[in-house]
């Protein structure tokens, strides 16, 4: 960031319109002004790029603005960026499971921030800190709602059942 101006804002907008709309060159009018003439010169340079531009200077407000804008989508597009990579194998319904959320959380954490992934993510920070103190594993209700699919899956009796009898 650069040094504040000693001079007000308004003293020199006056003096650079003196040299583009008075026809004068940039030596006489900084003599005339007891200013240095690259001073002046700069100055003349900033009103020449905001005649330039469209929609005419932008105010200090809006410039404010944009770069609270340009942060924003900055954020979204690293948010997007989070959410597209992949976490692993999906479940039959599109969902991932908790443990790879964290598994993902974990791996990723350097890069993005665990703030950040969490609230990306939609998952608490309590159970990523409950997950990573029980070393990574399932908990014991992800553990009893996967035997049900496991037991499915298996045709005949499980273990500590008795078996039918044939006779």
């Known amino acids: 960031?650069?040094?504040v101006s000693k001079y007000p804002e308004e003293f020199r907008r006056q003096a650079a319109a003196?040299?583009?709309d008075?026809?004068?060159g940039v030596r006489d009018?900084?003599?005339g002004l007891d200013l240095n003439h690259e001073t002046l010169r700069n100055w003349v340079?900033?009103?020449r790029a905001e005649r330039a531009a469209p929609g005419g200077p932008v105010s200090a407000d809006e410039r404010a603005e944009l770069a609270r804008l340009r942060r924003r989508v900055a954020e979204l597009e690293l948010e997007r960026k989070i959410?597209?990579?992949p976490r692993s194998s999906r479940q039959g319904d599109g969902a991932v499971s908790p443990g790879e959320t964290f598994a993902f959380i974990a791996a990723d954490k350097t890069a993005y921030g665990v703030r950040r992934l969490h609230r990306v993510l939609g998952v608490s920070k309590t159970?990523?800190?409950d997950w990573v103190a029980r070393g990574g594993g399932p908990s014991e209700a992800e553990l009893a709602e996967a035997v049900p699919h496991r037991r499915a899956a298996r045709p005949g009796p499980s273990i500590g059942e008795?078996?039918?009898s044939a006779g």
């Open 162 to 164: 008795p078996m039918a």
């Open 29 to 31: 009018v900084a003599r």
């Open 45 to 47: 340079a900033v009103l």
């Open 18 to 20: 003196r040299v583009l």
């Open 22 to 24: 008075g026809g004068r």
């Open 1 to 3: 960031m650069g040094r």
């Open 127 to 129: 159970a990523f800190y």
């Open 83 to 85: 959410l597209r990579r």
